[in-house]
């Protein structure tokens, strides 16, 4: 028990990150990555001989995946275990797995906008930052299941939002507009929205907007046809 910190406390300046080359497993205690006064702190999965399993709900500052494994290249979350991100996650090689077990994987701050670098597939994703933005700032950002809009912007620039389920409730998060949407730049060129629509009938609203305008689409299948 106790807590375990990857940096200085209070009143420090230097941050200590961490690279894991295995399995991480939180089974008691606190782990705290952002206990200095800097508060950035990144934990780096980059395992070369298989699959990582992440166990122990979990709150991380930055994020990187980087499993080189051929061909397990993959970082997953284990059964029960959610995880917060309170800064920016970075894809640079492998794969995350948040969808085999299930899992919930939130973007958090109430001090900072946060980033999504590289293609990313989760499973259940919120979106609660009280500060600023949550932006993809390249790649694609596919959710398997529900894209939770807690608080703040999913901001998307030109890059692609991918959304496979296929209920209408595959958005939520109350009372979407100006400071609960996902923006697009406006552009011709920006991939948007894709999402999967079932052959029956369908009602679905897609909370979009451009810069500060909330713009919604509505999409209504009154008919499915064969």
Not at 50 to 70: A, D, E, W
Not at 86 to 104: C, E, H, P, S, Y
Not at 163 to 184: K, P, S, V, Y
Request: net charge positive.
């Amino acid at each position: 028990s106790g807590t375990f910190r990857t940096a200085y406390p209070a009143g420090g300046n230097t941050n200590r990150n961490m690279q894991v080359a295995g399995n991480f497993t939180r089974t008691a205690g606190t782990f705290n990555t952002a206990a200095g006064a800097a508060g950035i702190t990144t934990m780096t999965f980059n395992g070369t001989a298989g699959k990582q399993t992440i166990t122990g709900t979990l709150t991380f500052n930055n994020v990187t995946i980087n499993n080189t494994s051929s061909p397990n290249d993959t970082v997953m979350l284990g059964a029960g275990t959610d995880l917060t991100v309170a800064g920016d996650w970075t894809m640079t090689a492998g794969k995350f797995d948040a969808v085999t077990n299930k899992r919930l994987v939130t973007f958090a701050s109430a001090t900072v906008a946060q980033s999504i670098t590289g293609s990313t597939l989760l499973n259940n994703l919120t979106i609660n930052n009280t500060f600023g933005d949550v932006t993809l700032a390249s790649g694609t950002l596919t959710v398997d299941s529900v894209l939770t809009l807690t608080n703040g912007i999913l901001s998307l620039g030109n890059n692609s939002l991918v959304l496979n389920d296929t209920n209408f409730t595959a958005i939520q998060g109350g009372t979407f507009g100006t400071t609960r949407m996902i923006r697009t730049s406006g552009s011709s060129s920006a991939a948007g929205v894709t999402k999967t629509i079932p052959n029956t009938v369908t009602d679905f609203t897609y909370p979009v907007g451009t810069g500060s305008i909330y713009t919604p689409v509505r999409l209504i299948i009154s008919n499915a046809g064969t």
